[in-house]
């Protein structure tokens, strides 16, 4: 069993930056893939960035690339999600997930946090 709990969502302006952390409970974090979602009102969860268990594989999201970066320290047990250049269409609840492999497919996944709420004014 693996718990996720998000932190570092807000409030921020077009342009601006966020970096969101997901602290991860038990001693098998180091097996799991681990991976960012959103859910916008309205819409349908997305996918946004996922890391492999010893970090060397991302993949991200068309929407996002060259403005976020996924990472993760296994010492901390902790992956972060860096969010530069932020646009309004970003603004939405960023989950945190893990599972057996770096996906964009959600129903793969294994655990899931709360959620952290991000809004991006314009």
């Known amino acids: 069993q693996v718990q996720l709990v998000e932190s570092g969502g807000g409030l921020v302006q077009a342009g601006g930056s966020l970096r969101l952390s997901c602290a991860a409970s038990g001693r098998t974090f180091i097996t799991y893939a681990m991976g960012w979602f959103r859910q916008a009102p309205g819409k349908e969860r997305e996918f946004v960035a996922a890391?492999?268990?010893?970090?060397?594989?991302?993949i991200y999201a068309n929407s996002v690339k060259g403005r976020f970066t996924i990472s993760r320290d296994n010492s901390k047990n902790t992956v972060y999600l860096q969010m530069n250049s932020l646009k309004p269409e970003d603004t939405a609840v960023y989950f945190c997930a893990a599972g057996p492999a770096p996906t964009a497919v959600a129903s793969i996944w294994n655990y899931w946090g709360q959620g952290t709420q991000v809004t991006v004014s314009s």
């Open positions: 890391i492999g268990s010893s970090g060397g594989l991302t």
